[in-house]
């Protein structure tokens, strides 16, 4: 198992650029998220999906889309780069406890990203 | 709501010392509580974990207890090693909460040889 894979490791940005931060998962898991980690700080969560085709606004979705077509990829798409979304942003995937709780949150290696 | 309180760091200690790092919770019902540990530039990766009170979660010689009294699930060890400097998360994941699971601020360990 890979586990929680995504990319790229790193990235520049200009101001007002798009792009899309990819995330895959082979354990089969029903929850995926992504969060933001911020220098010093601990991690924000950004958008969240229980399922293929449910996505739902974590506390900090403004300037990022997201979409889950399949269980396996939840990508992360920013719409228009500014400066205050530089950050290091973390893809994790989790099962379901008994009750619909999260289990253990596997992450990915994360993603760097500079906008300038 | 559900939230997690972990003490302030940094944590500075020598090699072989004993650790703690207190971590307390408000949350309704029984909620499962995890430790995570983060590498320098690395994502976070379980550490322990415990889903009821009084269990006792360990791995790598850390401890925590899962105290439904006094609210609390306090990481600890013995003996820490410079390689066990890093950044300590405690979690919760709790009815109130749904899905999400909601993450303390992160303590930072350093360990002197």
């Known amino acids: 198992n890979a586990g929680v894979t995504q990319t790229p490791k790193f990235q520049v940005l200009k101001t007002g650029q798009s792009m899309t931060l990819q995330c895959a998962q082979d354990m089969n898991h029903e929850y995926m998220s992504w969060y933001r980690q911020d220098p010093g700080m601990g991690l924000r969560l950004i958008h969240y999906s229980v399922g293929a085709g449910i996505t739902d606004q974590g506390e900090v979705p403004n300037g990022y889309n997201v979409s889950r077509s399949t269980t396996e990829d939840f990508p992360l798409r920013l719409l228009s780069a500014a400066p205050s979304q530089t950050s290091v942003y973390f893809c994790?995937?989790?099962?379901?406890?008994?009750?619909?709780?999260?289990?253990?949150?596997?992450f990915g290696p994360g993603t760097r990203l500079t906008v300038l | 709501g559900d939230s997690v309180t972990q003490m302030e760091g940094p944590v500075t200690l020598s090699e072989e010392a004993f650790l703690t790092i207190n971590c307390t919770y408000t949350a309704t019902g029984y909620p499962s509580l995890f430790w995570y540990v983060q590498y320098p530039g690395e994502g976070l990766q379980l550490l322990l974990k415990?889903?009821?009170?009084?269990d006792k979660g360990s791995n790598k010689g850390f401890e925590a207890t899962y105290r439904k009294e006094t609210t609390s699930f306090h990481l600890e060890k013995g003996s820490v090693q410079v390689s066990d400097s890093a950044v300590y998360f405690c979690a919760l994941s709790g009815d109130t909460g749904g899905f999400k699971t909601i993450f303390g601020a992160g303590t930072r360990l350093f360990v002197k040889a």
């Open positions: 415990a889903t009821k009170a009084d």
């Open positions: 994790a995937s989790s099962t379901r406890l008994a009750g619909g709780t999260t289990d253990t949150q596997y």
